[in-house]
């Protein structure tokens, strides 16, 4: 089973980190291939914690080997700061590849990511603010900056020039910002060049005479489907294709050798930044699962949305990716409720909706159509089989398996490594 993809079911923060953990040990290769650092997994192993932004999770597994692919965009100054506060910590990180496609992000990214939010105004996105945006743009206008290009400090100056010319007219005349120099730029960019150089490979080459090789190699998607810029709730979405098909497009590794794809879905639904979410409650049921599942943001701090599950939500992500799998975390963050509500449907003006509407408004107009299910009080993370769950947790992975269109093959029961139910190994 050598080539796997872990996508986010949801708007994120599902917890891929930790499911990409918990395979670590079987893994060869963990590749990044979508988003940069506007993504945040915690992966608590033991007593330590870590936070990872653009460094994929498997980087914690020894032995491992950690691929930044095409697909990525990378703030450089972020990721050595990562690379140096893991290496403190005593994490080998002396085996990251990084791809010689990847786009980089720059302080114009970045700049330019504030300054359009702000005259969003009100139809803002509420961006992670981390340049994403702006510099998948550049991609496809085709005026980014590749890590390769760092290395021929001619074309280097030449593609900066090119970019800030267009740039800084937009930043000066129409946003009323201060130009950008080009030395700054240059400065930025060169100055960890260096110490980039042997990391840098043909990351499509390499992932490919691995699977050749019969090597395990996993995609953690960052982000998720419902933030996918194609499949998602466009315009309120990340500018990469978090989904599946993105893990062959952002790695160089063709879509006919991934044999499994795994779903990470909480057990109830969390969003960040602006754009519809039926099931999101206002009231005091909305409050518990944020401080009982600690919902707040792990890149910006904001306070996640939250709401109950949705299951044409679910079924849509199996049926965008080809779900074979699904994980469905957080169970344990349920306990104590009396009854569960799930979205079996949506009501959008009057007319019955069972699967995700194809239009921006008529999601905006969803009304969830609940089903109850009954709560239990125990505390189930000490449960390592499901026979262990109690009888009402049980029915509820039961019941939210049957809508969901793929199966629930392991559940999350707390934050840990082995906090974990195993129904189905995901790798057999
Ligand atoms: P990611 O972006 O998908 O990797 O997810 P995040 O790391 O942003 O958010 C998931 C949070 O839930 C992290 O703080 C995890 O430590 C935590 N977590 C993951 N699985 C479980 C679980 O089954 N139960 C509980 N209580 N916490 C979990
Ligand atoms: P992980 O990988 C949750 C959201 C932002 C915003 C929108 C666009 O941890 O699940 P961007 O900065 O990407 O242009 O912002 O996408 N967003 C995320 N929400 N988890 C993430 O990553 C996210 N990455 C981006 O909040 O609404
Ligand atoms: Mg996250």
């Known amino acids: 089973m050598p080539a796997i993809v872990i996508i986010g079911a949801q708007w994120g923060d599902e917890g891929k980190g930790k499911a990409t953990d918990l395979l670590g040990s079987r893994i060869d290769y963990v590749v990044k291939f979508n988003g940069g650092n506007n993504a945040g997994h915690t992966v608590v192993v033991g007593d330590q914690k870590y936070a990872l932004h653009l460094l994929p999770s498997g980087i914690l597994t020894e032995g491992v080997i950690p691929v930044i692919a095409n697909g990525v965009v990378?703030?450089?100054?972020?990721?050595?700061?990562?690379?140096?506060?893991?290496?403190?910590?005593?994490?080998?990180?002396?085996?990251?590849?990084?791809?010689?496609?990847?786009?980089?992000?720059?302080?114009?990214h970045r700049t330019l990511d504030k300054v359009t939010e702000r005259f969003l105004g009100k139809r803002q996105i509420g961006t992670t603010g981390r340049g994403i945006g702006p510099a998948y743009a550049d991609k496809i206008n085709r005026v980014g900056i590749r890590i390769q290009d760092l290395f021929d400090e001619n074309i280097l100056?030449?593609?900066?020039?090119?970019?800030?010319?267009?740039?800084?007219?937009?930043?000066?005349?129409?946003?009323?910002?201060?130009?950008?120099a080009?030395?700054?730029?240059?400065?930025?960019?060169?100055?960890?060049?260096?110490?980039?150089?042997?990391?840098?490979?043909?990351?499509?080459?390499?992932?490919n005479r691995a699977l050749d090789?019969?090597?395990?190699?996993?995609?953690?998607?960052?982000?998720?489907?419902?933030?996918?810029?194609?499949?998602?709730?466009?315009?309120?979405?990340?500018?990469?294709?978090?989904?599946?098909?993105?893990?062959?497009?952002?790695?160089?590794?063709?879509?006919?050798?991934?044999?499994?794809?795994?779903?990470?879905?909480?057990?109830?639904?969390?969003?960040?930044?602006?754009g519809p979410f039926p099931t999101e409650l206002f009231d005091e049921s909305g409050e518990f699962l944020r401080s009982k599942g600690f919902e707040f943001g792990t890149t910006t701090g904001r306070p996640r949305r939250t709401g109950w599950y949705d299951a044409p939500i679910a079924r849509y992500t199996a049926r965008v990716n080809g779900v074979t799998d699904f994980v469905l975390t957080k169970l344990d963050v349920l306990s104590g409720l009396e009854t569960i509500p799930v979205c079996?449907?949506?009501?959008?003006?009057?007319?019955?909706?069972?699967?995700?509407?194809?239009?921006?408004?008529?999601?905006?107009?969803?009304?969830p159509i609940y089903e109850e299910f009954p709560g239990w009080s125990e505390d189930i993370s000490g449960a390592r089989s499901f026979d262990e769950l109690p009888?009402?947790?049980?029915?509820?992975?039961?019941?939210?398996?049957?809508?969901?269109?793929?199966?629930?093959?392991?559940?999350?029961?707390?934050?840990?490594?082995?906090?974990?139910?195993?129904?189905?190994?995901?790798?057999?």
């Open 391 to 428: 009888k009402n947790a049980q029915d509820y992975v039961l019941a939210v398996e049957r809508m969901s269109g793929s199966r629930i093959s392991v559940i999350g029961v707390g934050p840990g490594r082995d906090e974990v139910v195993v129904r189905h190994d995901l790798l057999d």
């Open 157 to 180: 100056r030449q593609k900066v020039e090119g970019a800030l010319h267009q740039k800084n007219h937009l930043l000066v005349k129409v946003y009323n910002r201060r130009a950008i």
């Open 74 to 108: 990378i703030d450089i100054e972020v990721l050595f700061d990562e690379l140096t506060a893991l290496a403190s910590r005593g994490v080998d990180v002396s085996k990251l590849k990084v791809s010689a496609n990847a786009h980089v992000i720059t302080n114009y």
């Open 213 to 274: 090789e019969g090597k395990n190699v996993l995609f953690e998607g960052g982000q998720a489907t419902m933030l996918d810029v194609d499949h998602g709730t466009y315009p309120f979405v990340t500018s990469s294709n978090a989904t599946s098909g993105g893990a062959a497009t952002g790695s160089g590794v063709a879509p006919n050798r991934i044999d499994r794809v795994i779903g990470i879905v909480k057990a109830y639904t969390t969003r960040v930044g602006a």
């Open 182 to 207: 080009v030395e700054e730029i240059m400065e930025e960019l060169l100055v960890f060049a260096e110490r980039l150089r042997p990391m840098v490979a043909d990351t499509g080459l390499e992932l």
């Open 344 to 367: 079996v449907a949506y009501d959008v003006d009057g007319v019955r909706h069972d699967e995700v509407p194809v239009s921006q408004s008529d999601f905006h107009h969803a009304k």
